[in-house]
Every structure is written in structure tokens, then in C-alpha cells.
């Protein structure tokens, strides 16, 4: 990687493991239906989007990894959870309804799609280079969740109320995948993470209520306040610590050992 | 319902079925020849009943063995175990997704199977009725489960239906792969910390007994065999497979340090304590090999144990068939919404 300035390392950091560690949780999330889920075929294709977020973390953590000096699983699994950078969205449970999967992905699928378009831009070239891979692969996964979203909302009254409901349920946790990491301005100005037209907030708003309206439904999404603390400055709550918990039980028996 | 659709009333083995001789002699003559029988050709009602059983019971083990080891997607102690074990469950749901559609193309409807199933109706394999408490056992079930599996579909692969033989022959490529990487789980557990190596010959313990019963009771007890050899559905007896089975593992097994044990277990499952706190458990001193036939000696497992998990008082019979069944209500809402139905769409448009 090119050398970076001390100024530059620390916000940087932050903002590819805010990245990381929500696809991490998200991967997560969609592999607990790995073998559970409504239909074979979806079953299938599930665990292979899971499989793709989880990738994507491992890459990210090995970059951050090479910056600091450690493994990516070390980075991955081994850090107090105030260390983390995920929004609270990746760590909500979905109570194995089908809705909530879908939306919590729609919700994170787009946002990510749009930190890559930026981050694809990078002056940093193996950022910029790695991202457009990500890209590529970030844009099925959106069109996997709209579609699904579109099926939900006209697939007859109860699939559209529980579309609906989870619409609902999960958009005050969405506005905090906003939060910006500390330092991210710096970033901006540099050209790591070069911003694009019009606010995150209001292209994600556009993408997703494109979708939200094609399948009948409707969204609302109120903005958080700018001072508001929340996953990406590592203010974290119960669904993820006790996520992190669960998810590095084996890990911490033997940090150490080779699994 | 429509005429033409075979109600599963049908779907039952009848050897009082008077099948025509011409048939039946071509048929068998087909056969005998290696010939393979295509899902549009002609065949004994039998012979499609005991098909049918036979992918319906293997594509339900496929889906209710994925669950074992989903449990543990959640605590893969790293990235690169957490996406291959992922990926491993995903081929195992693929397997049973090709197997019910091979089980469609006989006459039944993946709904009625999947209804039955959870219901309790069918069954699915025995060896998942067993619990998997440690990382180590995932280790185990993809080394010595699949080991298993893959012997035995190795010899199905030889059988006379051929979109059997060819879902064996693409599910066994897949298999190879999971035992490759549950070789190298067991490997690194063995060549890892005390902690480690003791985990793994805790799990190999629990697992050893039931990979023995993998391939069914003995062949004097097994009813199966019969016409189900002479039309290539089975192509070789419990005993040959289980010989093989232990000629390969045994050796396999110490090789890597592992201690082969007679263990007395819990109605859960796990291996019992004695009073002072220690395991129940004997080394097999019938483990060596013959000289003079090739073979390695083992001990029987406790076949008792076989019929009493096989009659559903397992350690997890309910317990997995409980959580297929709630996957299966849970989705059901899913799947009229995109069908328009609860059901599942046939398997040819
Ligand atoms: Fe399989
Ligand atoms: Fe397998």
C-alpha cells in the first residue's frame, strides 16, 4: 500500500472497518438461515450472498491487518467490542422471519453499493482497485434484495404486511448506517474517499424508495441528529455484544492456536 | 386432484403386484447389462417405489444433516472456517435440493415430502440424530461422516437409475471436498494445543460408534437386500461397506494420534462419567489389522442403541425434527407469496 500519513491512518482504518465489520455481522446474520431458509433454491442463494459479505470483511480486515501489524482474524475477531465499527442494523436479529432478512440486506446492500462507487474512486489505488471487485459483486446482492423486496410487497396481503412491518421496524436503526466515522472529512478532502454527488443519505433514500415504491410499499426515514453516537464510533447495544459474543466462543478458547 | 398425478397412497412397496413378464424380463435383462433406467422409461412399480424411498430418504438426510453443523456457522473460530463451513452446508442443502428433484421425477411432490418429513412420516438418516456439543465434532462429522457418505454413495453411483447415479456422481465430487477440509479441521485439532487434541479425541469418541451403524444394521438383520440387489438399487451389503469403512479409517484414525475407544454413552448422547470423574471408555482391543485377510478387526457397536435412536428415542431425533418443521412453517408464508401456493413448483415446466 502507499505510504500513508499517520493523520490519515487512523481515519482510514475506521471508515474500512466500519465497512468490514458490517458485512462481517451482516454475513452473519444470513448464514443463520443457511439450511433453514423458506425455499431450497433460496437457500442456496442466500448462503452464497452470505458467503460473498463475509469474503468481503475477510479482504477489508486483511488490509487493515497489514496496516497494524496483525492477522485478519485477529483483527476480525479479536478486538474489545468498542473497537468495533458496525451499525446497529447488522446485528439485529430477524427472529427467523423471512421480511426482516430481506430488508435489513435491502437497507445495507444499497448503502454499501454506494461506499464503493466512492471508495472505487480512491486515489489510494489497492483500496480503489479492491473496492471496484467488491462493487461488482455488491451489485447482485442488491438486485437479489429488490427483487425480493417487489415479490414481498405484492405477494398477497400477509407477505405485504410483513414486508410492510419490517420496513417499519427497521428503519429508525437504518438512519445510524449514516454516522460518519471519525476523521471521515479528512478522507474526503484527501481524495481516499472521495464524495460524490448529493449526501449518502439522500442517494440511498432515492435507491431504496425506488424499490420501496415499485413493491407498493412505503418507507420513512427520518435522519439522525448530527451528534448522535452510535455503532460507528463503537457505542454499541446488546444485539451486538451479544452477537460478538456468540460469534468468537471457539476463538477465544485458544486465540492463539491455528482452528 | 387430477388424473395422472400418483397419490401417495400408491407409492408402496406391493410384492402381490402381478407386473407383466415380458416387462419384467427385458426389465431385469436391461439391468444385468449395466443398462441405466431413465425416469420416462418403463419399470416395475416396485422398483419405483424403492427408488423413490431410497432419494427421498437420502435428499431428507441432506437437509436435516445440514443442520448440525449450521448450528456451528455462527462460532467458526475463523474467517477462513467460517466460509467453508458455510459453503459446506450451502452443498449440502444443494444435494438434497438435486435428490428431491430426482425424488419428484418418481411421483411424489416436494411439498409431500417436505410435509412429511416433518411430520415424522419419513425418516432421514440416523447418524444426525446425534449431537454435535464441540467445534471439534464439526471436524469429525465432515472427516468421518462424510468419509462415510462418500463410500457409501461411491457404491450408489454404481446403481441402475440413472438420474440417481448421476446426482451420486456430481454430490460425490462435492463430498471429496468436505472430507479434504474436515481431514484438514481434524489435522490441525491433533496437531494443535492439548486443549485441542483432547477436544478432538472427545469428539472422535462420540462419532466413532455411530459412523459404524452409518451403513445399517448387519446383514443377516437387514430385510433390504433381496430384489433391491438383483435391480442394482443397492449395490453392496451393509457388512462390505462397514469392513470398508473401518479398513480405511482405523489406520487413518491412529495415524493422526487418535485413540479408538469403546465408549459407553447418555441418553444425550455424550459419553458417560464413571465415579471418579473419568469417561467410560475402553480402547477397542479388537483394533489391529489381520495379517491374513487384510482386514482390520473392530468391534460391533452397540446395535441396541441402532434400533432404540432408529425408533426415534435418539439424543436429538426431536430436536432436528423439530427445527426442520419450524424452517417449514416459518416459510411457509414465503413461499405462497411467490408461489401462490405453500407448495413447491415441479420439477419439469
Ligand atoms: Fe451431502
Ligand atoms: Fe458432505
Same mark, same amino acid.
Given at each position: 500500500?502507499?505510504?500513508? /500519513?499517520? *493523520?490519515?491512518?487512523?481515519?482510514?482504518?475506521?471508515?474500512?472497518?466500519?465497512?468490514?465489520? #458490517? *458485512?462481517?455481522?451482516?454475513?452473519?446474520?444470513?448464514?443463520?438461515?443457511?439450511?433453514?431458509?423458506?425455499? !431450497?433454491?433460496?437457500?442456496?442463494?442466500?448462503?452464497?450472498?452470505?458467503?460473498?459479505?463475509?469474503?468481503?470483511?475477510?479482504? !477489508?480486515?486483511?488490509?487493515?491487518?497489514?496496516?497494524?501489524? +496483525? /492477522?485478519?482474524?485477529?483483527?476480525?475477531?479479536?478486538?474489545?467490542?468498542? =473497537?468495533?465499527?458496525?451499525?446497529?442494523?447488522?446485528?439485529?436479529?430477524?427472529?427467523?422471519?423471512?421480511?426482516?432478512?430481506?430488508?435489513?440486506?435491502?437497507?445495507?446492500?444499497?448503502?454499501?453499493?454506494? $461506499?464503493?462507487? $466512492?471508495?472505487? +474512486?480512491? !486515489?489510494?489505488?489497492?483500496?480503489?482497485? !479492491? /473496492?471496484?471487485?467488491?462493487? =461488482?459483486?455488491?451489485?447482485?446482492?442488491?438486485?437479489?434484495?429488490?427483487?425480493?423486496?417487489? $415479490?414481498?410487497?405484492?405477494?398477497? #396481503?400477509?407477505? *405485504?404486511?410483513?414486508?410492510?412491518?419490517?420496513?417499519? =421496524?427497521?428503519?429508525?436503526?437504518?438512519?445510524?448506517?449514516?454516522?460518519?466515522? #471519525?476523521?471521515?472529512?479528512?478522507l474526503e478532502r484527501e481524495g481516499i474517499y472521495p464524495a460524490g454527488e448529493g449526501s449518502l443519505f439522500d442517494r440511498w433514500q432515492e435507491d431504496v424508495g425506488r424499490v420501496v415504491a415499485e413493491a407498493g410499499l412505503t418507507l420513512e426515514v427520518v435522519p439522525s441528529p448530527a451528534d448522535a453516537v452510535g455503532g460507528r464510533r463503537g457505542r454499541h447495544g446488546e444485539s451486538f455484544t451479544g452477537l460478538l459474543d456468540e460469534m468468537c466462543e471457539v476463538y477465544r478458547v485458544e486465540p492463539e492456536a491455528a482452528w | 386432484m387430477s388424473a395422472g398425478v400418483t397419490s401417495s397412497e400408491e407409492l408402496r412397496i406391493d410384492w402381490k403386484i402381478q407386473e407383466d413378464p415380458d416387462r419384467m424380463a427385458a426389465f431385469q435383462a436391461h439391468i444385468d447389462a449395466k443398462g441405466l433406467v431413465e425416469a420416462d422409461d418403463w419399470m416395475p412399480h416396485n422398483y419405483r417405489v424403492g427408488m423413490l424411498r431410497m432419494a427421498e430418504h437420502h435428499a431428507n438426510s441432506e437437509i436435516v444433516g445440514a443442520l448440525p453443523e449450521g448450528e456451528w456457522i455462527t462460532r467458526a473460530p475463523s474467517l477462513r472456517?467460517?466460509?467453508?463451513?458455510? &459453503?459446506?452446508?450451502?452443498?449440502?442443502?444443494?444435494? %438434497?435440493?438435486?435428490?428431491?428433484?430426482?425424488?419428484?421425477?418418481?411421483?411424489?411432490?416436494?411439498?409431500?415430502?417436505?410435509r412429511d418429513l416433518v411430520t415424522g412420516k419419513t425418516r432421514y438418516h440416523n447418524v444426525f440424530n446425534y449431537p454435535a456439543p464441540t467445534w471439534a465434532d464439526v471436524a469429525m462429522i465432515q472427516w468421518l461422516v462424510d468419509g462415510a457418505a462418500i463410500l457409501n454413495q461411491k457404491s450408489l453411483a454404481e446403481g441402475s437409475y440413472g438420474p440417481y447415479v448421476r446426482t451420486m456422481k456430481r454430490i460425490n465430487m462435492e463430498e471429496a471436498f468436505h472430507f479434504k477440509s474436515g481431514e484438514d479441521m481434524v489435522l490441525t485439532l491433533m496437531s494443535g494445543t492439548k486443549r485441542q487434541r483432547q477436544m478432538a479425541?472427545?469428539?472422535?469418541?462420540?462419532?466413532?460408534?455411530?459412523?459404524?451403524?452409518?451403513? %445399517?444394521?448387519?446383514?443377516?438383520?437387514?430385510?433390504?437386500?433381496?430384489?433391491?440387489?438383483?435391480?442394482?438399487?443397492?449395490? &453392496?451389503t451393509n457388512d462390505t461397506l462397514r469392513e470398508a469403512y473401518v479398513d480405511r479409517f482405523a489406520p487413518a484414525a491412529r495415524a493422526l494420534g487418535l485413540n479408538i475407544h469403546l465408549a459407553r454413552k447418555n441418553p444425550d448422547g455424550l459419553i458417560a462419567v464413571k465415579a471418579d470423574g473419568t469417561p467410560d471408555k475402553i480402547e477397542d482391543p479388537l483394533?489391529?489389522?489381520?495379517?491374513?485377510? %487384510?482386514?482390520?478387526?473392530?468391534?460391533?457397536?452397540?446395535?441396541?442403541?441402532?434400533?432404540?435412536?432408529? %425408533?426415534?428415542?435418539?439424543?436429538?431425533?426431536?430436536?432436528?425434527?423439530?427445527?426442520?418443521?419450524?424452517?417449514?412453517?416459518?416459510?411457509?408464508?414465503?413461499?405462497?407469496?411467490?408461489?401462490?401456493? &405453500?407448495?413447491?413448483?415441479?420439477?419439469?415446466?
Open positions: 500500500m502507499q505510504e500513508l /500519513s499517520d *493523520k490519515l491512518k487512523a481515519p482510514l482504518t475506521d471508515l474500512l472497518l466500519s465497512i468490514a465489520d #458490517d *458485512k462481517l455481522m451482516l454475513g452473519h446474520g444470513a448464514s443463520d438461515w443457511t439450511g433453514l431458509a423458506p425455499i !431450497l433454491e433460496e437457500d442456496i442463494a442466500f448462503s452464497a450472498i452470505s458467503q460473498e459479505e463475509i469474503a468481503h470483511a475477510a479482504a !477489508l480486515y486483511e488490509v487493515v491487518g497489514t496496516m497494524h501489524g +496483525r /492477522s485478519a482474524d485477529a483483527v476480525a475477531f479479536g478486538r474489545e467490542p468498542s =473497537a468495533y465499527r458496525c451499525a446497529e442494523l447488522t446485528s439485529l436479529g430477524d427472529d427467523f422471519d423471512w421480511s426482516r432478512a430481506i430488508v435489513r440486506q435491502l437497507f445495507c446492500d444499497h448503502f454499501d453499493l454506494l $461506499r464503493f462507487e $466512492r471508495l472505487a +474512486r480512491s !486515489l489510494l489505488k489497492s483500496v480503489a482497485a !479492491l /473496492s471496484k471487485r467488491i462493487g =461488482a459483486e455488491e451489485a447482485t446482492h442488491v438486485e437479489h434484495a429488490d427483487v425480493w423486496l417487489i $415479490r414481498l410487497g405484492r405477494g398477497g #396481503d400477509e407477505s *405485504k404486511t410483513r414486508a410492510q412491518a419490517a420496513l417499519n =421496524a427497521l428503519s429508525g436503526a437504518a438512519a445510524m448506517l449514516f454516522e460518519p466515522t #471519525d476523521g471521515v472529512d479528512v | 472456517r467460517k466460509l467453508a463451513l458455510v &459453503a459446506k452446508v450451502q452443498d449440502e442443502v444443494g444435494h %438434497g435440493q438435486m435428490l428431491y428433484r430426482t425424488s419428484q421425477d418418481l411421483g411424489k411432490s416436494r411439498d409431500q415430502m417436505l479425541q472427545e469428539a472422535f469418541d462420540r462419532w466413532w460408534g455411530p459412523c459404524l451403524m452409518f451403513f %445399517g444394521p448387519p446383514d443377516r438383520e437387514s430385510t433390504k437386500t433381496g430384489p433391491f440387489m438383483t435391480w442394482r438399487i443397492k449395490t &453392496a483394533i489391529r489389522l489381520d495379517e491374513s485377510t %487384510g482386514h482390520w478387526g473392530f468391534t460391533q457397536p452397540d446395535w441396541d442403541e441402532f434400533y432404540r435412536v432408529i %425408533g426415534g428415542d435418539g439424543p436429538c431425533n426431536k430436536q432436528r425434527v423439530a427445527l426442520r418443521r419450524f424452517s417449514y412453517e416459518q416459510g411457509r408464508w414465503v413461499r405462497q407469496a411467490v408461489m401462490g401456493c &405453500a407448495g413447491l413448483p415441479p420439477s419439469r415446466n
